[in-house]
């Protein structure tokens, strides 16, 4: 059964924002630290962004810091990325996963459960 959604991707300009939502129909996602990662055509799956089961720690990749947010809401039990600046090197399909931890980390064995993706293109 499908677990998690996203949603919110497309086609922005550079310098750009968008903000992507993942909701899950897991029962254990207050308890579940939750991560987005991308992959681009021809490349490796990457972390982009951590947060802990309660919200009260984040965690970035360099690459996005700064420009980012991830936050998550328990009560609705969506997590979501705000990217803000986009650059056309973020042009990837982002995925949101759940850990089987609470702590989130960017270490991507560490997280079980994944959505289907969705596409973000960023031209310049």
């Known amino acids: 059964q499908v677990q998690l959604v996203e949603s919110g991707g497309g086609l922005v300009q550079a310098g750009g924002s968008l903000r992507l939502s993942c909701t899950s129909s897991?029962?254990?996602?207050?308890?579940?630290?939750m991560g987005w990662f991308r992959q681009a055509p021809g490349k490796e799956r990457e972390f982009v962004a951590a947060?802990?089961?309660?919200?009260?720690?984040?965690n970035y990749a360099d690459s996005v810091k700064g420009r980012f947010t991830i936050s998550r809401d328990n009560a609705k039990s969506t997590v979501y990325l705000q990217m803000n600046n986009l650059k056309p090197e973020d042009t990837a399909v982002y995925y949101c996963?759940?850990?089987?931890?609470?702590?989130?980390?960017?270490?991507?064995?560490?997280?079980?459960?994944w959505g289907q993706g969705t596409q973000v293109t960023v031209s310049s």
């Open positions: 996963a759940a850990s089987r931890y609470g702590s989130g980390s960017g270490r991507i064995n560490e997280y079980e459960t």
């Open positions: 897991r029962r254990t996602f207050s308890s579940s630290a």
């Open positions: 947060i802990n089961y309660f919200g009260g720690n984040t």
